[in-house]
Structure formats: C-alpha cells, structure tokens
Nanobody, 125 residues
Framework: QVQLVESGGGLVQAGGSLRLSCAASGGIFSRYAMGWFRQAPGKEREFVAAITYNGRKTYDLESVKGRCDISRSNAKNTVYLEMNSLKPEDTAVYYC??????????????????WGQGTLVTVSL
C-alpha cells in the first residue's frame, strides 16, 4: 500500500520561496507519476503540477507557471514542489498524490488515487 507524507509547508512572506517534499513508502515509486494539488479555504482543489515516472513535467495551473518546479528523486522515493515569488493567493493546503498506473506517460488530475494528508502553506503580505 502506497503512503504519502508531505512536509515543508509553513508561513512565508510574499515574494519568498518554499520547497515542499513528499515522501512515498510502499509500492514502486519509480514507476508512478506523481502530482501536487492545492486547496485554498472555501475553494475547490486545484491540480498544480505532475511529473511522470521518467521525469516529464506538466504544469496545469496557469497562475503558478513560471513560478514553480516539480521534481523527483527516485533514489529517495520523494517528489518535490519548489515555489518562488509566492503570493498571498498561493495560500492553501498542498497535497501530494500518486498515479499508480505504472509507467504512465499521459497524466491528468483524474488519474491520481493515492493522497497525502497535506501540508499548509500560508503566504503573508
């Protein structure tokens, strides 16, 4: 059973940077696409970014394009989301997710079925 644990959230000033981590256990991490989502208070969950098993990256959220980078370390069973030039509207709970279809190269939000507990990012003025 795949389990995901996020870390790295916290309070950051606008304009700052943050790197979120998601450690996976169980399963074969190197075969799965991984993704990051976020949910702000009172809003629907948004699909932020994904990275395939072989490192192809996609950024779904227009508002973060150019300001974030998703990456992975298969040696560490960890996926990262680095965010720069943070804005108050980036405040949200950030969730890591796994797509358990092995070696998938086309990945969409609906493919993610395993979720972490989330980590809160708060961006202050």
């Amino acid at each position: 059973q795949v389990q995901l644990v996020e870390s790295g959230g916290g309070l950051v000033q606008a304009g700052g940077s943050l790197r979120l981590s998601c450690a996976a256990s169980g399963g074969i991490f190197s075969r799965y696409a991984m993704g990051w989502f976020r949910q702000a208070p009172g809003k629907e969950r948004e699909f932020v970014a994904a990275i395939t098993y072989n490192g192809r990256k996609t950024y779904d959220l227009e508002s973060v394009k150019g300001r974030c980078d998703i990456s992975r370390s298969n040696a560490k069973n960890t996926v990262y989301l680095e965010m720069n030039s943070l804005k108050p509207e980036d405040t949200a709970v950030y969730y890591c997710a796994a797509d358990l279809r092995e070696f998938a190269v086309v990945v969409g939000a609906a493919h993610f079925g395993v979720w972490g507990q989330g980590t809160l990012v708060t961006v202050s003025l």
